[in-house]
């Protein structure tokens, strides 16, 4: 945002006069506040706080910010000349290439790419900047000479090369604060491109990778979440299950199983911020716990059945349990944020441990690749629409949090991937374009997929669409919404505070 006042006590203040527009963030978002349309038109949507005393607004003043500040800010951002043209290009040319090697990943058989040299560790918690921007040492990124590889960029001759993550299950291990969360955030980030001197351009992931993790007290409706548990105390259904206050084991199976229904190829998963119990049991409390009594089935012995059944690749941060490495493809170790391949390694740990297992463990509850079981199918669900009305009470406020109707209060804490207030925005919109949408399949109006993925592609066409942004909200000229994924606009979805929001279609 901007303002400009006259110096002491002028239009600019609490009072008014000040010029407001979104600002852009690390990432290269799809935006409403700045556009340029199919003529080459340069288009800024942006907010003016007329100045005023009381109830009345001051003329002259208002006049002084239409016929000289606003014209002063146009001059100096949306004019080319303003700018400096070579950085301008290189900025442009950077993005470009950034999206063509996302496009390249599946057919290299990847699901994401981390380049040599990439700055990969934040400024901090709050500050989305590169570390060591203002200066300070920071280690930067070499890929192992094992997993290298090699692209040549369309633009500029220029070669990009680094560390490509294989489909299949990875596992990044390393001790305590030597950079594995770091790098799988960059990598659930990879699925946007960067702005030039952010460290982690060309650090890309596949555009459907979802971030998972487990989400206590989160609302579930209507989720078959029986490949992970089953056999719930007092013959609780699984197959299709609902819950205003999910556990941390049934919010995560939740999670999956909402990510693989609207399309995800990727789950990126730390250990961290996972139900412990629902990544692993170990043999001991196996033979301890009858598995009769255990309903959860833990995700090691789902992990490859969704790689090999379902073509789902996992890439998870491990600390604490090296059962993992039966299961794995690929074992990167983090060391001093320096990163090796430990594959063959842990691969002959994992074997020397299977052969020297208590003769008592029941082999059928050993961590072994061998004791995959199937997935099994997902169970589309239809949106109830008028669940996903508002009734005219939709706030954005703040990027997770979003009061939707008279009495929810919507968090969207759970979605790591978004990444801007301004994609909420959209998110908030989308949803009550889900209940008309939902309205219409119902009555057999257009004759769309009344599914959530059959509307969630409705959107997206929608958005595809010569309006674009625009089409959330016909009319209103809104310069503050930023384009959010269909897997964020689902996850707001999945989380909404109403029964019986979803319904399975079987």
């Given at each position: 945002?901007?303002?400009?006042?006259?110096?002491?006590?002028?239009?600019?203040?609490?009072?008014?006069?000040?010029?407001?527009?979104?600002?852009?963030?690390?990432?290269?978002?799809?935006?409403?506040?700045?556009?340029?349309?199919?003529?080459?038109?340069?288009r800024?949507?942006?907010?003016?706080?007329?100045?005023?005393?009381?109830?009345?607004?001051?003329?002259q003043?208002?006049?002084?910010?239409?016929?000289?500040?606003?014209?002063?800010?146009?001059?100096?951002?949306l004019?080319?000349?303003?700018?400096?043209?070579?950085?301008?290009?290189?900025?442009?040319?950077?993005?470009?290439?950034?999206?063509?090697?996302?496009?390249?990943?599946?057919?290299?058989?990847?699901?994401?790419?981390?380049?040599?040299?990439?700055v990969?560790?934040?400024?901090?918690?709050?500050?989305?900047?590169?570390?060591?921007?203002?200066?300070?040492n920071?280690?930067?990124?070499?890929?192992?000479?094992?997993?290298?590889?090699?692209?040549?960029?369309?633009?500029?001759?220029?070669?990009?090369?680094?560390?490509?993550?294989?489909?299949?299950?990875?596992?990044?291990?390393?001790?305590?604060?030597?950079?594995?969360?770091?790098?799988?955030?960059?990598?659930?980030?990879?699925?946007?491109?960067?702005?030039?001197?952010d460290?982690?351009?060309?650090?890309?992931?596949?555009?459907?990778?979802?971030?998972?993790?487990?989400?206590?007290?989160?609302?579930?409706?209507?989720?078959?979440?029986?490949?992970?548990?089953?056999?719930?105390?007092?013959?609780?259904?699984?197959?299709?299950?609902?819950?205003?206050?999910?556990?941390?084991?049934?919010?995560?199976?939740?999670?999956?199983?909402?990510?693989?229904?609207?399309?995800?190829?990727?789950?990126?998963?730390?250990?961290?911020?996972?139900?412990?119990?629902?990544?692993?049991?170990?043999?001991?409390?196996?033979?301890?716990?009858?598995?009769?009594?255990?309903?959860?089935?833990?995700?090691?012995?789902?992990?490859?059945?969704?790689?090999?059944?379902?073509?789902?690749?996992?890439?998870?941060?491990?600390?604490g349990?090296?059962?993992?490495?039966?299961?794995?493809?690929?074992?990167?170790?983090?060391?001093c944020?320096?990163?090796?391949?430990?594959?063959?390694?842990?691969k002959?740990?994992?074997?020397?441990?299977?052969?020297?297992?208590?003769?008592?463990?029941?082999?059928?509850?050993?961590?072994?690749?061998?004791?995959?079981?199937?997935?099994?199918?997902?169970?589309?669900?239809?949106?109830?629409?008028?669940?996903?009305?508002?009734?005219?009470?939709?706030?954005?406020?703040?990027?997770?949090?979003?009061?939707?109707?008279?009495?929810?209060?919507?968090?969207?804490?759970?979605?790591?991937?978004?990444?801007?207030?301004?994609?909420?925005?959209?998110?908030?919109?989308?949803?009550?374009?889900?209940?008309?949408?939902?309205?219409?399949?119902?009555?057999?109006?257009?004759?769309?997929?009344g599914?959530?993925?059959?509307?969630?592609?409705?959107?997206?066409?929608?958005?595809?669409?010569?309006?674009?942004?625009?089409?959330?909200?016909?009319?209103?000229?809104?310069?503050?919404?930023?384009?959010?994924?269909?897997?964020?606009?689902?996850?707001?979805?999945?989380?909404?505070?109403?029964?019986?929001?979803?319904?399975?279609?079987?």
């Amino acid at each position: 945002g901007g303002g400009r006042g006259r110096g002491g006590g002028g239009w600019s203040g609490p009072k008014g006069g000040d010029v407001q527009i979104a600002a852009p963030t690390q990432h290269v978002l799809e935006q409403s506040a700045v556009s340029i349309n199919s003529r080459g038109d340069v288009r800024a949507q942006f907010t003016v706080n007329l100045p005023a005393r009381g109830r009345t607004i001051l003329g002259q003043k208002a006049a002084d910010i239409f016929g000289r500040v606003v014209p002063e800010f146009v001059a100096g951002s949306l004019v080319y000349a303003c700018h400096d043209g070579d950085a301008l290009r290189e900025h442009v040319l950077s993005v470009e290439d950034q999206g063509w090697l996302r496009d390249r990943l599946g057919e290299s058989g990847l699901v994401a790419f981390v380049p040599d040299g990439a700055v990969l560790p934040r400024a901090s918690g709050a500050d989305d900047r590169p570390m060591g921007a203002g200066g300070g040492n920071v280690v930067k990124f070499e890929s192992p000479p094992e997993l290298r590889v090699s692209f040549d960029l369309p633009n500029g001759n220029r070669t990009v090369t680094g560390m490509g993550v294989r489909r299949g299950v990875t596992l990044i291990v390393g001790g305590g604060f030597h950079g594995k969360s770091t790098l799988l955030s960059a990598l659930q980030l990879g699925v946007y491109d960067k702005i030039p001197g952010d460290g982690r351009e060309f650090c890309v992931c596949d555009d459907t990778a979802v971030k998972i993790r487990a989400e206590d007290g989160r609302s579930v409706s209507s989720v078959d979440i029986s490949p992970f548990i089953s056999n719930l105390p007092f013959g609780k259904r699984t197959d299709d299950f609902s819950t205003a206050d999910a556990s941390g084991s049934t919010s995560q199976a939740g999670n999956i199983v909402e990510a693989l229904e609207v399309g995800t190829r990727t789950l990126l998963i730390d250990e961290d911020t996972c139900a412990t119990n629902f990544m692993i049991r170990d043999d001991k409390m196996m033979e301890l716990v009858a598995a009769e009594k255990e309903p959860i089935t833990p995700f090691i012995h789902r992990v490859r059945s969704l790689y090999e059944d379902r073509g789902v690749s996992s890439v998870l941060v491990i600390g604490g349990s090296g059962d993992y490495f039966d299961v794995a493809d690929c074992v990167v170790m983090m060391d001093c944020y320096r990163c090796r391949d430990v594959t063959k390694r842990a691969k002959e740990i994992a074997a020397s441990a299977n052969g020297s297992s208590r003769p008592s463990a029941p082999v059928a509850l050993r961590h072994d690749a061998s004791s995959r079981l199937p997935f099994g199918s997902i169970v589309p669900r239809r949106p109830a629409g008028e669940s996903f009305r508002p009734n005219g009470r939709a706030a954005v406020r703040s990027r997770s949090v979003v009061s939707y109707g008279d009495d929810v209060e919507l968090d969207l804490g759970g979605l790591e991937q978004i990444v801007d207030v301004a994609q909420t925005n959209a998110i908030s919109l989308a949803l009550q374009r889900i209940a008309a949408m939902a309205a219409a399949t119902r009555t057999g109006a257009g004759g769309a997929n009344g599914t959530l993925r059959g509307i969630l592609d409705g959107i997206e066409a929608t958005l595809d669409g010569v309006e674009g942004l625009d089409a959330l909200s016909p009319g209103e000229f809104h310069g503050g919404l930023a384009r959010p994924r269909a897997y964020e606009i689902a996850g707001a979805a999945n989380r909404l505070r109403r029964e019986g929001s979803m319904v399975q279609e079987r």
